[in-house]
């Protein structure tokens, strides 16, 4: 039953995202099909469900675009035989890439054939990136792809998928737009065009969406309730068709319509070799978001149903499952979250209806394809659109967003709108370089506070967030909450001096200063000066600034101490030393002390200066001020 639905909501979906790939629809039938099949015997998830996803079929859109302007087609023209010529220098050739021959045909590589040639490509290097990754298990790349940044990523690309549909839906032809801006030249494009307008296909478009978007809203809010979704996009598609067949709207009102579906398969091919030096670096992108989403996908479906998965092993399923389809005329596939939604509701427990979805796909293929010949393309546009609803409707949790935690909404806001605005690629590698750039801020001026003790505890709490601690006599307790290494020691110091309220450097230099002066006066002062003077006006200087005697640095939240973290550590201790204040520190886990005893921070004569807790690093404060002969006068606490 699983399969069967998701079947029948795959057959539309599968067609409408072909035109967001650059593809005719039957190759989107194709990819749907080998995906399920393929991830039924690798896969190790029983829920998701894997085939187009829309985000993938337009980065594979634009660079099967980019390509066909690179090889003279017209990309503007609706005739898939139409070639133009690219002029070279100066001479005018036919690019090397229409040369190619049609493996079924035997005739010349026309723009439809050359398209799905540079996808097949683009998919089977995606693969080949994603299997690599199996094989040296760097699944951990996934780790830099938070929640946030995929979020607007694919927030920001769906921004994009809507304005690559809203020509279909107004059925007028517009100039391609690519690279950096695109999305804002597709509007420009659109308004300046908008005169042009198909009244059919628009009130088919608007009819389309008054049916869809309530229906899919129906599903959503009764979804505890129905046994299966609502499969409108189905019911759609075949009344458009009726409606367009029948009541000749293409010939009568202009209206674009998908065109011919072959049944059964193309004779496989191998991909065109000489294209990959130009789309390599482009399946790179590809294959991580592939990877990326499919995996969180399987993890979180998993851990929701009490099983585990293997993310190597479904690096490689995901891999196979765009390597194998390529021979075979496919796109880029990965897991979909609205379709594996859909198997989970309705009872889905293994892979094994994937195979159902693969078998109902099939007999579309080999029977029922031709029948959506009047199919209009601003239905399938509707359709792509109408399913952008769970990306777009991230901007009505923004306000949330922000009260959690304001900086995975910078990540998001930042990612979403350089996808939407700079472009797809980019879009990804902005958002990870700015996700990055938070983590290192976040280090670089990480929080800092003193510390306060719970009467009658061995606790110790940040006097900023805690009310009525009490102050330890003699002692500061400081704690940096987050690793020190080369990027943040400055500001660690910084910190350190700021809240206990003593620079020793400056303490040190106004202390040299005077003794400089003192000497200079001793060498030219006939009356008679004693050392002694001397002492009383540096140490009264040292005992009024330093309030305290003893400072405890908690490392409870250091997570690691480079080479440069322990030499500031070293510094810090030699010139607190210098004023009469005594450095000890806490809470160090193991790799902390390794670090400390491997850059000399430890001598054999100091291993008196760490302490297991703060509690203890205090006791010995208090012992020592007892053998000293000074008594604070509450010796409880210890």
Known sequence: MSGLIVGILLVPQSIAYSLLASQEPVFGLYTSFFACLIYFLLGTSRHISVGIFGVLCLMVGQVVDRELQFAGYDLDSTDQNSLTHVELGNSTNVTEGVQTLNASAGILCNKSCYAITVGATLTFMAGVYQVVMGLFQVGFISVYLSDSLLSGFATGASLTILTSQVKYLLGISIPRSHGVGSLIFTWYHIFKNIYKTNICDLITSLLCLALLVPAKEINELYKSKLKAPIPMELFVVIAATLASHFGNLKEKYGSSIAGTIPTGFLPPSPPDWSLIPR?????????????????SLSEMFAKKHGYTVRANQEMYAIGFCNIIPAFFHCFTTSAALAKTLVKESTGCQTQISGVITSGLLLLVLLVIAPLFYSLQKCVLGVITIVNLRGALR????????????????????????????????LGLVIGVCFSMLCVIIRTQQARSTLLGWVDGTEIYEDQAVYKNLSSVQGVEIFRFEAPLYYANKEYFRSSLYKRTGINPISLISARKKIEKKLREQNQTDTANHDSSKKVDVVLPLCHDEAKFHTLIIDCSSVTFVDTVGVNILKEILKDFKEIGIQVLLAHCNPSIIDSLRRGGYLQKEDHSLLFHNIHEAVCFCKIKDVENGYCPGDETRC
């Open 279 to 295: 789309i390599a670096g482009d399946a790179i992108a590809i294959a991580i978001i592939g990877f990326a989403i499919t995996v």
């Open 394 to 425: 991230k901007f009505l949790d923004l306000p949330k967003m922000w009260q959690v935690n304001r900086t995975d909404t910078m990540i998001w806001l930042v990612t979403m709108a350089s996808s939407a605005f700079i472009s797809t690629e």
